[in-house]
């Protein structure tokens, strides 16, 4: 057995140490935590008391044939999502007097799933908590399920004539649309559906703040922004729909800047920009009555509370209080009612209440066997010996200089790449290189054997942590599940859900199942850092490694897509039972083979008939029985009704 043990911790591990490590108790809310037993325990009602054992959930969700990769989403999470957003809006309304109220949407594209908007729509009812649509499709989900005509729909997004049409028609439905002025070209088409129709919607106006934003998800601010009107652009507009006389209507003033807003100061300046705009607005003859803060609301993925790409420095009330403070110092100065306030958190509501689980199908090891001496051996792989053996010979029973262990290190690497080359120019044989790479890496072992016992371990030598670090095979596609780690390095906290009172003793990322070389995860949280490597557990025989990937239930599994074919994974809502226990409210199939090749244009009926007709030809042929034709015609059907992930 090899010996990558990193020898670096202490002790007594126990389920507090790998809070710490793993920084549960940064990200974690209160809704995850470690159990006794070393297993994460999800609190979906933020309460302790009323907590899931993850493990015996996941095991239970097995037994009912769920299989791998897994997205469990705890409905009772996102109901208190909502509620804490309420509750600062209305602590910040109490603390500073405001004289009007809080009426937030839920941006549907953050997560356009039929469960999840229709539960954002069954919680969100107390508070009339509305919908915002970014496109024809989405507002036809806003349309059919926004029911309560006290919560506003804001539509946003590029829109043609008939979205605008739709919109006006949809208020004679009872429905509250706000059309929300993105282009220029969008008034001339407000006016012409408005007259066309005998009937006008209520309209806002999105501005372009001139306010910098910095962090990923910056470039949705500032004058070169996708969308939303200058200032100049602004006026235009209100003098047209003065003269079509719609400025009645013009309710609205909406900006938005970007999500994941990481530094508060931005959001500050953004308010009371907007706040002079909708003054402005007021004193230009429109009633006005509402100002959209956008989306924006950012979420702490590593805990830190810094403003990091993963983090924010602000808390859920900060942001409440600045907004409500910033709106009402501006109209209170101007003497003008105070607007409805209004938000677009996605991101905020939606990120917590869905956990992904994969299982680890296996793990590559850096061998530590010492290939045994041949006669002959070549100087190369001499030199080798020779830099392994001083290593064995540096006692551990005392201090030692770091720069020994370096100086060894150097050694081995040289000699290894003498042996690339000389392997490349035919000096040496391919079983010669296997021993050399044998002993480089039985060198790399030995030294990480001896790190724990130098006082200080010199950056260079932490690369060796690098060279012994194992890749963790995933049953899953990060391309489905998680776009955003590969597309624009977004992190989100990955640990073990289970084995958490037993000390990790390795370094690993995951490779995911996809044959693209991007398919990996290989970043992760580190308290307003990033590391490359995170500590896992050796695999054990016959037993199952869980991996869950938290906070991802914003923007991931929606917009994942088809990449080598691996289909959407199994996904199920648990809400906790009054009496304790949970409960399946809804249990989504994922995609099979034959679903997903459908949505390529293949038809599964027709590939299994030429296979069929293959297998005919081949039994003729006589390089087929026909019982193993029949296993494989088998084999094939039941594939194509299964999910597109490994099995067990
Ligand atoms: C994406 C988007 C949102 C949601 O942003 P979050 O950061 O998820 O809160 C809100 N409004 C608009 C206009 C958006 O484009």
């Known amino acids: 057995m090899s010996n990558t043990e990193l020898h670096l911790k202490k002790k007594n591990w126990t389920v507090s140490d790998s809070t710490n490590l793993y920084g549960l108790n940064r990200w974690g809310e209160k809704y995850f935590s470690i159990n006794n037993h070393g297993h994460i325990n999800v609190s979906p009602k933020g309460s302790k008391d009323s907590g899931l054992d993850l493990l015996d959930l996941v095991n239970e969700l097995e037994s009912r044939n769920l299989t791998m990769p897994l997205l469990i989403r705890f409905d009772d999470i996102l109901e208190d999502r909502l509620t804490q957003l309420h509750k600062a809006f209305a602590n910040a309304i109490n603390q500073y007097d405001y004289k009007g109220h809080y009426q937030g949407v839920f941006p549907i594209k953050c997560n ?82 408005s007259r066309e129709l005998g009937a006008a919607p209520l309209i806002g106006v999105r501005a372009k703040l001139s306010s910098e934003s910095s962090g990923r998800w910056g470039a949705s601010i500032g004058e070169k922004a996708k969308f939303g009107l200058s200032i100049p652009e602004i006026l235009e507009s209100i003098e047209k729909l003065r003269s079509a006389q719609l400025l009645q209507d013009l309710r609205l003033l909406h900006f938005h800047v970007g999500s994941q807003i990481n530094d508060i100061a931005i959001l500050k300046d953004s308010l009371q920009e907007a706040g002079q705009i909708y003054i402005e607005l007021n004193r230009l003859g429109a009633p006005m009555g509402y100002l959209d ?59 917590h209440f869905s956990v992904l689980i994969f299982n680890v199908l296996s793990k590559s090891e850096v061998p530590a066997e010492i290939p045994p001496a041949q006669n002959n051996e070549s100087l190369i792989i001499r030199n080798l010996r020779e830099t392994l053996k001083e290593i064995q010979e540096i006692s551990t029973n005392e201090q030692i200089d770091s720069s020994r262990l370096q100086e060894a290190w150097n050694d081995a690497i040289k000699f290894k790449t003498d042996a690339l080359n000389a392997f490349r120019l035919g000096y040496i044989n391919l079983e010669e290189r296997a021993i050399a790479e044998q002993l480089t890496w039985a060198s790399a072992h030995s030294l990480n054997e001896r790190l724990p016992h130098c006082s200080l371990i010199p950056e260079d030598l932490k690369e060796l942590y690098a060279t ?66 995170l500590e896992l557990h050796r695999l054990k025989p016959n037993e199952k ?46 995609d099979t083979k034959s679903d997903v090749l459908q949505a390529m244009d293949h038809d599964p009926e027709i590939i299994l008939e030429r296979l069929r007709v293959a297998s005919e030809e081949a039994i003729q042929k006589r390089t087929l029985k026909i019982k193993d034709a029949q296993r494989l015609m088998d084999h094939l059907e039941s594939s194509l009704r299964q999910s597109t992930y490994l099995q067990e």
């Open 112 to 193: 356009q799933q039929r469960h999840v908007v229709e539960e954002v729509i069954a919680c969100g009812h107390r508070w009339h908590f509305g919908l915002e649509a970014g496109s024809k499709a989405e507002l036809l989900i806003a349309l059919s399920l926004l029911k309560n005509s006290k919560a506003l729909l804001i539509c946003n997004g590029y829109k043609d004539q008939r979205y605008i049409e739709t919109a006006i028609l949809a208020r004679q439905l009872n429905r509250q649309p706000i059309v929300v002025i993105e282009q220029l070209d969008e008034v001339e088409r407000i006016i012409a559906a």
């Open 545 to 590: 490694y869980l991996i869950g990937m938290f906070l991802g239930g914003a923007y991931q599994e929606v917009m994942g897509n088809l990449h080598n074919l691996f289909g959407s994974t199994h996904s199920v809502h648990v809400r906790m039972a009054p009496n304790g226990g949970y409960k399946l409210e809804h249990v989504v199939r994922g």
């Open 468 to 533: 012994l670090a194992g890749t963790y095979y995933a049953n899953l596609s990060i391309f489905r599940s998680a776009p955003d780690t590969w597309a624009i390095d977004q992190l989100f906290p990955i640990m073990p859900i289970h084995r958490l009172e037993e000390e990790p003793t390795q370094l690993g990322d995951f490779a995911d199942l996809t044959c693209d070389s991007d398919g990996k995860l290989a970043r992760f949280i580190n308290n307003g850092q990033v590391k490359s490597l």
């Open 293 to 351: 803060v956008g989306g924006g609301l950012g979420i702490d993925y590593d805990g830190s509370r810094t403003a990091t790409e993963a983090s924010t420095n602000y808390s859920l009330q900060n942001y409440a209080n600045d907004v409500v403070a910033t709106i009402k110092d501006c109209c209170e100065s101007n003497s003008i009612k105070m607007p409805t306030l209004v938000s677009e958190s996605g991101r905020a509501i939606a990120s």
